[in-house]
């Protein structure tokens, strides 16, 4: 039986870093970092850019086009699903799921309480669905505003969704793949038969696909715990992908991709991260792994915000190092900085680091960066 690879904190992080493109060199274009990546996740906030061009900007520098994301959307090398921006040809890795969902799950004798109340729900506004389905037959793209929605049971949630009915049978017409994100504009999306977005791709089994999406989720992070939050839409976690690891000073295992075990010399550079970056997106294993604290705070008070309404997480090599709390105004044409907030001392030579990431930010969205004094601002 192999033993655990044993790993300092140092290996860790870099192994984490190295996973997510965050290290030199960078990668080649915009199709290979989706794909090392496994998806994008597509976020319209736009205090400084949207989440899915912020993330592709650290990888690929000021050279990144934000149009070549939309041409390959449009051509179909890239398709958007769960809110999320991935391969064409990974859509085998969910089609079983969809053609029969709900599922149960690997390891489980049947399903979930809430895959039953939504697959209840969706069988109770069943006109609704086929509504839904008959007028984008006829019509082809249409936004949801322009849908019919003739849904009879509520959606009752406690969150946001809460008699979001067409929305939600939105959401799980995606799940049954029978719709499809087909364009978005202006940030809306339009809605086509999944049929006309979707590669026809053979389907895998479905204990194949979801080892497969494991692995591809473990590649993309490079370290993982073995079993986290179940999500109705992306794990978190590695399941038996890879090879089981443990790390200095933290408790139990991980699950580990060997490739970044590889003994190659790390190069790491500086990168500001957008705030859902998959480097941080998972709150816990960030804390662990980087022993760094950091929330997102536009939705606290401004009053009670430590960082600032949308400040990016620093990375300087193998750490997350501080925040930049940063505003793109648009109208001014400046990328304004009102703070930089530093964890620990650092030197004036990752001060530079950092500024110069700020401007190259600055300059690939066409803006002046306005710094704060001590960083060289006026």
């Given amino acids: 039986m192999q033993q655990p690879h044993r790993l300092t904190a140092r290996d860790a992080r870099r192994v984490a870093v190295r996973a997510q ?28 850019a949207p989440a899915q061009h912020l993330v592709l900007w650290s990888r690929l520098g000021s050279d990144y086009d934000t149009g ?15 809110g999320h921006i991935r391969p064409a040809e990974d859509i085998a890795l969910y089609a079983t799921a969809m053609a029969g969902w709900p599922v ?52 009752r949630s406690s969150g946001w969704t809460h008699e979001k009915n067409l929305g939600r049978l939105l959401d799980f017409m995606v799940a049954r793949g029978e719709v499809a994100v087909a ?33 591809r989720r473990l590649a993309a992070c490079g370290i993982l715990r073995p079993r986290g939050p179940q999500c109705p ?5 590695g399941g038996e992908a890879g ?18 075990l590889d003994g190659a010399a790390f190069q790491g550079r500086a990168a500001l991260l957008c705030p859902i970056d998959r480097l941080v997106f998972d709150r816990t294993r960030m804390g662990q ?46 990328l304004r900085v009102d703070a930089l907030h530093e964890d620990g001392e650092w030197s004036a030579a990752r001060r530079d680091r950092v500024v110069a990431e700020i401007e190259d930010l600055a300059r690939w969205q066409g803006l002046n960066p306005v710094l704060p004094a001590h960083l060289g601002g006026e």
Avoid at 243 to 260: F, I, K, S
């Fill in 289 to 334: 792994i980087f022993d760094f604290d950091y929330v997102l705070e536009m939705y606290k008070p401004k009053a009670k915000r430590r960082w600032g309404y949308y400040a990016l997480p620093v990375l300087d090599g193998d750490q997350l190092v501080g925040k930049v709390d940063a505003t793109a105004d648009r109208k001014a044409g400046v």
């Fill in 104 to 155: 149960t799950l690997p390891g489980r004798e049947g399903l979930l309480g809430w895959q039953r109340h939504n697959a209840e729900w969706v069988a109770g506004n069943d006109r609704a669905r086929r509504d839904v389905l008959a007028h984008l037959q006829a019509e082809g793209p249409t936004p949801t505003g322009g849908l019919p929605d003739t849904t009879e049971v509520p959606w």
């Fill in 233 to 237: 839409t992306e794990s978190l976690d």
């Fill in 21 to 48: 493109l965050l290290s030199r060199p960078r990668p080649g274009d915009v199709v290979e970092a989706v794909r090392e990546l496994a998806h994008l996740q597509i976020d319209p906030v736009n205090a400084v």
């Fill in 68 to 82: 070549e994301l939309t041409r390959l959307l449009a051509d179909r090398t890239l398709v958007e699903l769960h």
């Fill in 243 to 260: 090879e089981e690891a443990v790390v200095e000073g933290l408790p139990g295992t991980w699950r580990v991709d060997p490739r970044y």
């Fill in 183 to 215: 364009s978005r504009e202006g940030g809306q999306r339009l809605w086509d038969l999944a049929e006309r977005v979707y590669p026809g791709v053979p389907a895998l089994p479905l204990e194949e696909a979801i080892a497969e999406q494991d692995r």
